[in-house]
């Protein structure tokens, strides 16, 4: 224990600096893509996502256009799970 807390001890003062640097790197691609335009890009793409969404919800049967499909997945598992337990 006192060899792996040694170790960490003398770690710690890297990790300080890798989580700054990791911050600033991003930051700086953020300002970047903000200054070529390319959030303007990733605006039409999520509208062409959303437009998409909405025609498959119209395709989708009517219980899950009310109720998310993977909240109805996760249920009858859980439902035949318990239920089966209980019959054994």
């Known amino acids: 224990m006192i060899i792996l807390s040694a170790a960490v001890g003398m770690a710690a003062p890297n990790l300080h600096i890798t989580t700054v640097l990791f911050f600033g790197f991003g930051l700086w691609f953020l300002w970047d893509a903000y200054k070529d335009g390319e959030f303007e890009e990733l605006a039409e793409v999520e509208d062409e996502l959303i437009s998409d969404d909405a025609l498959k919800k119209k395709k989708r049967p009517l219980l899950t256009q009310?109720?998310?499909?993977?909240?109805?997945?996760?249920?009858?598992?859980?439902?035949?799970?318990?239920?089966?337990?209980?019959?054994r």
Do not use: D, R, Y
């Open 66 to 87: 009310f109720i998310p499909p993977m909240f109805l997945k996760a249920f009858s598992i859980i439902f035949f799970g318990e239920w089966g337990e209980k019959a």
